[in-house]
């Protein structure tokens, strides 16, 4: 017997190995895929559906204020991002977001958290929802406008940047899953602390 396997730490070391590499449970992995999908699915069609009314409604009518002045629905197409910074660079966004999409796919493997689900569902539709305004609207493909309609605190704009629900749904993913990073909530639904001490 090797002194390595005689050591105080390599059972315990073993152990934790073992735990890393334990299977996820299908069921849990299918249900979590069921929630991204049917999360990002909202997203994409509440974005589309408001889209839709923005252009009929609201293009080239003046803001509608609501909430006291709090909140403003305004009618713009951004070639940029936030602030339409990058107006410039239209074509580079599509590929961020396709590049994004392609992440979540890898991350989606081994997904067994509800909660993971939701905020990388919010992600994923928030990201697609942008992405098809990028390759189906005017001017052209990878070079189409975004459609933006929502302003708070101002008609144009001027305090924060006019956005949509794809946008909403963007950040409020990306919230969601900077809190569950920061409280140890793992991805694949395994306790936080499997890592470091086994169960």
Not at 40 to 46: H, K
Not at 106 to 132: C, D, E, Q, T
Request: charged share 15%; with cysteine.
């Amino acid at each position: 017997m090797t002194p390595d396997l005689l050591s105080p730490g390599s059972e315990g070391d073993h152990r934790d190995a073992v735990e890393e590499d334990q299977p996820i449970p299908l069921t849990a992995r299918r249900r979590a895929w069921v929630v991204l999908a049917s999360t990002a699915a909202v997203a994409i069609i509440l974005d589309v559906i408001t889209k839709t009314l923005a252009i009929q409604h609201l293009s080239g009518q003046e803001s509608v204020r609501l909430l006291g002045g709090a909140v403003y629905l305004t009618f713009t197409r951004n070639a940029g991002a936030a602030f339409s910074i990058g107006t410039n660079l239209t074509w580079i966004f599509p590929i961020i977001a396709i590049f994004v999409c392609g992440v979540i796919v890898v991350l989606a493997r081994k997904l067994a958290s509800l909660p993971w689900a939701v905020a990388i569902g919010l992600i994923l539709g928030g990201a697609m929802g942008n992405l098809g305004d990028r390759l189906f609207r005017s001017p052209g493909p990878f070079r189409g406008h975004v459609v933006d309609f929502i302003s708070v605190f101002g008609d144009a704009g001027e305090r924060f940047p006019v956005f949509n629900v794809a946008d909403s749904a963007l950040t409020c993913g990306v919230v969601l899953a900077i809190l569950l990073e920061l409280t140890g909530r793992r991805r694949d639904g395994l306790p936080a602390d499997t890592d470091a001490h086994g169960s």
